[in-house]
């Protein structure tokens, strides 16, 4: 409401009565939740009076304070109302009524919501229960009016919703392995007693192989997305070229508990990429805390032959929960698009294209967009000037919030770039500016992580930007943030040849870097190479041929770690998994499932092979527990 006229008037006339201490009184006011409170002192300063009222009537408590006090003040602090008296003394009082209110005064936020599960009030009647924000940003102090029917009366209310597993106890030698379900802030919740939760017993030394699992059905494939709705695992395939046009539709997956069965089907303009991300809208009430989310996919088209433009539209689909499929809802003007990256900063969801070319220049911004709450869709937020923009991911560290952007194409349109750009949230502008540009080679993408609270880049260089040669080392940079100084600091070189991509992942405890080697003249001798990361650097741990792999996609589902693999030159892309093979013999990671029963699940046993190590630094063993669609969790790594 922006009303054009402000008035104001005095309805209030002399309802409001309070005994007179003659003129010049001083007066101090304060207001706890709806009440409102007010110290009057008298004219010669012998006498201050204290008031409580709503507004309207009001009544004398905490007495009268007796001394030679002509100036007062009122402060709360840490749930305590003070008085502040000066005069011919000074003196402090605390405010308080008869009752007592014992028990755990501050709690943490959780969900939004904070609970206080033991406070007691000792004497009965009618108490106004005041929650001031300590370490939260708060707009608006809360309030709550409880009556206490008994001499001792507790306070209690419900946790947040569930959200995720954690290990139920600290994991030893000899004990049972077990993890509970927790709400976001990771308390408890015991209530829980439905779903179940798989574990699996898994040592990297033991199943290194990438094997091939299954085919997926593809036409010149550039990305497989790999997305969670509710308990059910689905992948996105963009679908590029079929050989003669670039208007061929891409396909959604859905995984059966076996494999990828076929789902429908999205039109689509030279597809180059899925992005999906979630959005969830919490409503809070007295007695609970419920929460609906809805899932988005982005597609980045790069190009509509049929009308020969590069400028064509990008869509936004969102999943509907009644017909279990992706319906169109947002289309977007996007040139030569190549990615699309999707973050939040203070809530708020943004999302970001790289725009690569619009059939002359490379030179082409790229755009963010940001959620509109009141048009309820994305409206374009800022314009980034960018070359060759091939692939961006955001970053948050120390604080901060940044973009970093791959570019593979330099300003004179002929040349591979040399630099790649970094830019940094300004929280007055509500925009990102240029911090810096840093070495890259023909970047085609930018991978960003965190390990020990570490920010890591992994930049895939594709080619030498001097010469074109396809063998060219890939860097991996570390992010830092001093104060105002933010810097890309470079702490490994890894060998690779025509890299295409960088994919982070997780498993049983250990971090992991794959980069796909994308060279279209020898397609069948293409490489999967994983690194492994040991605590310093990222050594490698596996390699595996490929057919001509694009972009790659990690899924851990039913106890079992896969890899998805986008092949542009090739009908089909592959799914693998990783197991450990000796001659015509191949071992798999086992797994056990046991059901939730009051917010827990035990492992009395949980099946393992125990296979010969090769004695590398990935020689450890961990459990990874997966409960969809509550966030999984895993205990060790532990030699």
Known sequence: VEPNVVSMNSNFGSAVTIPSLGT?????????GTSHILAFTSAAGTTTNIYKGDGLAYSLVWGTVSAGYDTVAMFLTQGILYLVA???????YR??????????????AVNGRVVFTDLSLDLVGTYDLDFLPISLEAKYETHDRLVAAAVTHNVTATFGIAEALAPGSAPEVGSTPAVVVVDGGGNNLTTVSTGSVTAVLDNPARFPNLTDSSQISSTGARDVNHLVIGSTHYIAVANNYDGSTYSIDSSILRWDGSGLVFLQSLETKGAYDFESFSVTKQTITESEVSKETTTYLAVANHYNDQAGSYVTESVVYRWN????????????????????????????QYLAVANFFDGTFHSVNSVVYKWSATHHNFSTHQEIPTVGAHHISYIEEGGKHFLVIAQFRAGDEVSLSSSSLLYRWDEATERFVRVLSFQTSAAMHVETFHINDVAYVAVANYANSTDGDLQMDSYLYKLECNGEDDTMKLVQRIPTEGAAMWKYFQRAGNHYLAVSHWIPETLNSNKVVVYLYDGSIFTEYSSGTSTGAFALEFM?????????????????????QFVRTDGSTTWYPQSTTESISEGRAEFATISGQILASDGSVADSWAVDFDGLPLEGTGIGPYS
């Open 321 to 348: 929960n009644i017909t279990q499929e992706f319906a169109s809802f947002q289309t977007i003007e996007t040139t030569g698009a190549t990615h699309w990256e999707s973050f939040t900063i203070l809530g708020v």
């Open 95 to 108: 405010l308080a009524g008869e009752g007592s209110l014992s028990g755990t005064t501050t709690a943490e």
């Open 556 to 576: 851990f589902a039913d106890g079992a770690y896969y890899s998805l693999q986008a092949n542009p030159g090739d009908p089909s892309s592959q799914v693998q």
């Open 24 to 32: 010049n009184s001083k007066i101090a006011h304060y207001k706890i």
């Open 86 to 92: 000066s005069g011919s003394g000074n003196a402090i």
